[in-house]
Structure formats: structure tokens, C-alpha cells
């Protein structure tokens, strides 16, 4: 009997330790699948105004009844500036939104802009808005290894060149309503052709010597390999599918401090511009390649890639086959970065 009584009470430990309740259950819980949707503390920010030179750290909060997937962006209200976040987090205190002055989208956010955070859910039509925050003073622009031009510099010699008819090429402070992706001036490339007419329009070329102001001829990299670094820009796109935009490193391969386009190589990167407002634009050196212009850099001497031979720069826009009328592109902060493409 005694026997009996202690299998059944083994069988009944071991049936209830295997009944006991999983704390790890994965996938949501029942209170977010069917619980009502309800703002329970509003969007708000730690402050209404930050230094971000300084360092300062903006914490958005907000609280809601159950998860649910959402997008919030702080918007400047004069750059047009954005940093974007997304999550489905029902209280902001476990996880923080935290907002240090970068942005997600050029431009860039200005010194004194007033901004705002918009909140939206992705099933529901609730919108929230935060109160305005003032920006005393910006985050500095992030560092790169070699600055090719930001176009602050009006008066820079520029070596510009068209073909057809050229409606503007040069620096603008607000060309078309256009305000810079960072500080006051950027490069617009702006011109018209018909259907027949050439894909080119116009270009700019900048020279190692005059981009580094140092007397150099050369751009001085501290690696020679091309997949380590990055050309960056930041490209503005007005949306009429109609602009190309080809960036062309020549390289004087025999290192005479002059560039020969007929017996000297040049690699390029060709691509459309198809969106509306400022993108950056990153690649590699090794993503480049050898032009396919007769007789303009389709000749490299050496057989391969030299950084340490790249003596201009140059920016051409052209026209996408089959379009005509007037076509344009915006230029800013033109970089080469080092192992990664720069992140504002």
C-alpha cells in the first residue's frame, strides 16, 4: 500500500512539473492582439530646446494601451530636415527614443530651426505631434578623411563645360526654392536638349590641386586599396526622371601633373536620378568603372586602379535616352571616406 501511495505521488510531481507555465512564450500577447488601441501618455520630448553642439540628447516618450507598429519623425520645419525612427514599443521608459541632432534625410538641420515629431501607426489613423523644440545650435558636421568640396567657396575656379544649351552651372545658395543639404551653398548642373540631341549637357571638373588647396596634384589617400574607400554626395533630384548623373575620376598615369584624356585612364560611376529632394550617393572606388568614351579616358596606361594618381574629379549630367526639355542636378558635401560611406 505504502508502495502504491508513493508511485501515485510521483506520477502527480512529475505530471505537474511538466504542466508548469512557459515564461518565455514568443509571439505577442493576447492584450495586443485584442485589446483596444489608446494613447495613454502623448508624444512629448525631454525639452523645447537643444544645444546639440554641446551634446544635448532629446528623449521622446509616449505610452500606449498595446503594441502596434509605428514611425516617428522629427521634422525640421525650415530645412525640411528628418531623422526617422520606427518600432512597436507600448512604453518609450523600456524603450527610449533617443534624438542626438543627426538626421535620417538630408538637409541637414539648421542653427534656431523650430522642429517637430510626428508619431504614425501603421494600423491605426491616429496621428500625435509633439510640441515644438527649438534648436539653439547644430550637431557639427560628422568628419571625413578627405573633403572634395562642400561649395561654400563661390569664387573656386571651377572648370566648367557644356554642350547645347546650358541653363545654369555653379554654386547657388537657393536655386529653385532648393535650400543646401548642408550649410548655405550647394552646385547645381542645369540644362536643356531635345530628343536627338546629345546625352550630355554639361559638367564640372575640380582638380585635386585646387579641391585640397595644398599645391598637390594629387588626392593623398592613406590606403591603395580601391574596395576601402568611399566616394560620397549628396545628390539632389527635382523627380523628372530625365537626369544622369556620371562621376569620373581621371587618373594621370604617368604622373607628369597632366592629365591626358586620349592616353590616360578615367573610371567612372553612372546612375539616374529618379527621386525628388537631397539622397546621399555612396560607392566604392572598386565599384567604378573604366569610361567607355572613345578617345576620353578609356585608356589606362597602367592596366588598374591608381588612387594615388587621381588628379581630378569630375561631375558630368546627362540626359536619359528618349527624354528632352530641361533636366537638373544639386551637388553638396563631395567626400572620400575610409572603410565605410559616411553616415550624417
Known amino acids: ?32 492582439i485584442f485589446g483596444e488601441f489608446k494613447v495613454l501618455e502623448p508624444l512629448k520630448g ?24 509605428w514611425t516617428i519623425e522629427v521634422i525640421g520645419l525650415n530645412s525640411g530636415a528628418r531623422k526617422v525612427y520606427t518600432g512597436n514599443a507600448k512604453d518609450f521608459v523600456l524603450n527610449p527614443v533617443l534624438w542626438d541632432g543627426t538626421i535620417s534625410f538630408a538637409p541637414f538641420f539648421r542653427k534656431n530651426e523650430p522642429c517637430v515629431a510626428r ?46 544649351q546650358q541653363a545654369f552651372n555653379g554654386t547657388s545658395v537657393n536655386y529653385q526654392g532648393v535650400s543646401p543639404a548642408e550649410k548655405t551653398r550647394f552646385y547645381v548642373l542645369s540644362g536643356n536638349h531635345g530628343p536627338s540631341a546629345s546625352l550630355f549637357l554639361c559638367g564640372m571638373n575640380l ?4 579641391s585640397q588647396g595644398t599645391g598637390e596634384n594629387y588626392f593623398k589617400f ?21 537626369a544622369e548623373m556620371s562621376i569620373e575620376f581621371q587618373e594621370d598615369d604617368n604622373m607628369d601633373g ?6 590616360e585612364g578615367a573610371y567612372t560611376y553612372r546612375f539616374p536620378v529618379t527621386w ?9 572606388y572598386d565599384d567604378t568603372k573604366i569610361s567607355t568614351s572613345g578617345g576620353f579616358g578609356n585608356s589606362d596606361r ?3 586602379k591608381d588612387l594615388d594618381r587621381i588628379i581630378a574629379t569630375q561631375f558630368l549630367l546627362l540626359a536619359q535616352p528618349g527624354t528632352s526639355g530641361s533636366t537638373r542636378v544639386g551637388l553638396d558635401y563631395c567626400s572620400f571616406t575610409y572603410f565605410k560611406p559616411f553616415t550624417p
Not at 525631454?46 to 507598429?69: E, V
Not at 494600423?123 to 515644438?132: A, G, I, K, M, R
Not at 525628388?276 to 566604392?284: E, P, Q
Request: net charge negative; charged share 20%.
Open 302 to 304: 597602367t592596366g588598374h
Open 46 to 69: 525631454s525639452a523645447t530646446t537643444a544645444n546639440f553642439a554641446n551634446g544635448d540628447i532629446i528623449n521622446y516618450h509616449c505610452k500606449l494601451s498595446i503594441r502596434t507598429n
Open 1 to 32: 500500500m505504502n508502495k502504491l501511495l508513493l508511485y501515485i505521488g510521483i506520477s502527480c510531481f512529475v505530471l505537474l512539473s511538466s504542466c508548469k507555465k512557459d515564461s518565455n512564450i514568443e509571439g505577442p500577447e493576447l492584450v495586443d
Open 119 to 164: 508619431m504614425a501607426f501603421e494600423e491605426y489613423s491616429d496621428t500625435l505631434y509633439s510640441d515644438t523644440l527649438t534648436i539653439t545650435d547644430v550637431r557639427p558636421t560628422p568628419s571625413v578623411d578627405i573633403l572634395i568640396d562642400d561649395f561654400e567657396s563661390p569664387q573656386r575656379p571651377y572648370n566648367t563645360f557644356t554642350e547645347g
Open 258 to 263: 597632366i592629365y591626358q584624356p586620349a592616353e
Open 276 to 284: 525628388t529632394g537631397w539622397k546621399l550617393v555612396s560607392f566604392t
Open 207 to 210: 582638380t585635386a590641386k585646387i
Open 222 to 242: 592613406s590606403t591603395d586599396n580601391p574596395k576601402k574607400v568611399y566616394f560620397n554626395a549628396y545628390v539632389y533630384g527635382w523627380g523628372d526622371n530625365k
